[in-house]
């Protein structure tokens, strides 16, 4: 028996092992694929794991795993009875798997075609979609509370960071919702009391205390939501969305300005106007700007080189 497996280890080192490095040594640019051969087969691993690890396929996954090796290690040991009872339960463990696996398996491609995995190749939206996308859903949230006279406090950050808002709140950090901002916001809850904050595509934090202004100007009858509602406005550049809870009616901060009993469609134009945009208009511009003084830049060397190497003609003439 210990022979028997010596030379049997010894042919599948020959054969396999010693052979495939030959093969590398013959043509070394099969390295290169070895490589990413291996980065690829790697990281498919990797994710796999991670999904199955979050689920309850865990110790069955431990289970096939420890079924593999014992069915190499027959096969090694030439144990040919059990080698072949174990061959015949992993010929008919891939339907199995498929079986009992069907959940995670959907999941796990589902989350394939909405994971980063799929930003390297350009699949997801663009982010200028995105927040278009949660402008409408802020939108249908804020009509959805004006409706149920539910007071709310919705800030939406642009350019100016207001890290120090969002970390005296509540971290919530969760993808912007209709039914998340409208649960966040129902009377006698944990969350309710306070403003909530969108910052970078993501609802923030919640339960957040804004400044209060103190602007004589601000009508009496207003209250302390809309008093925080400018203040906000006036120490960032962010857009504060109000719902009065006394008259369900809707009022926007912008720059320390209060525009009052605002629509829909005029909420709906002032988001799309200010934080979208505003947003990307101006970074394509940055960008084209950015082009232009690099192709100026490359100008200028051309022109210089140029210049050198005439100057260089003319004294070796």
């Not at 490095?21 to 070394?28: A, D, G, R, Y």
Request: charged residues 25%.
């Amino acid at each position: 028996m210990g022979i028997e497996f010596v030379t049997n280890w010894q042919k599948f080192y020959n054969e396999n092992i010693l052979g495939y490095f030959k093969s590398l040594q013959e043509n070394p640019y099969q390295l290169v694929s070895l490589i990413l051969d291996i980065a690829i087969v790697g990281f498919l691993l990797y994710y796999c794991l991670r999904i199955v690890k979050e689920s309850r396929a865990w110790q069955l996954i431990k289970g096939i795993a420890l079924l593999i090796i014992a069915t190499w290690v027959s096969d090694l040991l030439n144990l040919r009875i059990l080698n072949s009872i174990l061959s015949t339960i992993m010929n008919f463990g891939v339907i199995a798997i498929l079986i009992i696996f069907q959940p995670e398996l959907r999941r796990g491609l589902e989350q394939l075609g909405t994971n980063k995995f799929t930003k390297f190749f350009g699949i997801t939206k663009d982010l200028e979609t995105r927040t278009k996308e949660d402008v409408y859903k802020i939108v249908i949230a804020t009509m959805e509370l004006a409706k149920q006279k539910t007071g709310a406090l919705i800030v939406i950050e642009r350019d100016i960071k207001i890290q120090d808002i969002i970390s005296r709140g509540i971290e919530i950090n969760s993808e912007v919702s209709p039914q998340l901002l409208v649960n966040i916001f129902v009377p006698n809850t944990p969350l309710h009391d306070g403003a909530v904050i969108i910052s970078n595509n993501k609802i923030a934090a919640a339960a957040c205390v804004l400044p209060l202004a103190d602007d004589k100007n601000i009508a009496k009858e207003l209250g302390t939501r809309h008093r925080a509602a400018v203040g906000a406005s006036r120490e960032s550049d962010a857009i504060v969305i109000v719902v009065s809870e006394e008259t369900g009616k809707v009022s926007v901060a912008k720059d320390g300005t209060l525009i009052a009993d605002v629509r829909e469609d005029v909420l709906k134009r002032i988001l799309i106007n200010n934080v979208v945009t505003k947003r990307f208009t101006n970074s394509n511009n940055q960008k084209s700007r950015m082009n232009k003084i690099k192709q100026n830049i490359r100008k200028i060397k051309k022109e210089i080189n140029q210049n050198i190497n005439k100057e260089n003609e003319s004294k070796k003439e």
